[in-house]
């Protein structure tokens, strides 16, 4: 796949992409910075350093926007100028996102939209709603997950509100680095469930 739609999340070992309360003033929730500790190493020559200079090659970033909003807009530039696409349900009259943003309400377009904005670089996506609707809308193509060695024990779920439907994955890549494992999943499409 020249462009793939790809997840780039840290996550603890019990699922957790962010610990409680997270809100603007503690994005993170509590104790969930733990998350990106594997970053320390991001300008290394070591696989987090791959793995983050894999991210920044994206042509295009998908968000949520309780994301957006809790990373401050990102100030309207998430990485390099790439077009951002925030996907949410609604979007209030007057509420013009900042530099690079537009608002999209319909996943569909939005995954469309994207990939032909990245050209025939990877899309990134950022949020665990994004994911889930991309994931729901069999629009994801991979997943990215940084694996951290801890159990946050409570917070936001990656994959709480997938629904009933079986999603198979098949394991493309693994890196071992300090403090993470990085982890590339394919999604298997339906039709190639065995």
Known sequence: MSNPIRLYMSM??????AGPDDKPGQELG???????NWLDDRN?????????REALATGA?????????LAGRWQGDHHDGVPIFVLTHRVDEGDVPPGHA?????????????RAAAGDRPVMVHGAGA??????????DEMEIHLVPVL???GRR????????????DLVRRLEARDVTHLRYRVRRPEEAA
């Open 30 to 36: 509590r104790d969930g910075g733990r998350l990106f």
């Open 102 to 114: 537009r608002y999209v309400t319909d996943v569909e377009d939005c995954a469309r939209q994207a």
């Open 44 to 52: 290394s020559d070591g696989p987090s350093g791959e793995v983050y």
């Open 152 to 154: 946050l024990g409570e």
């Open 131 to 140: 994911a889930q609707a991309l994931l729901r809308a069999g629009q994801l």
């Open 61 to 69: 970033l998908i968000s949520g926007r309780r994301t957006f909003e």
């Open 158 to 169: 990656l994959f709480d509100h997938l629904g009933g439907d079986h999603i198979e994955l």
């Open 12 to 17: 603890s070992l019990d699922g957790f992409v």
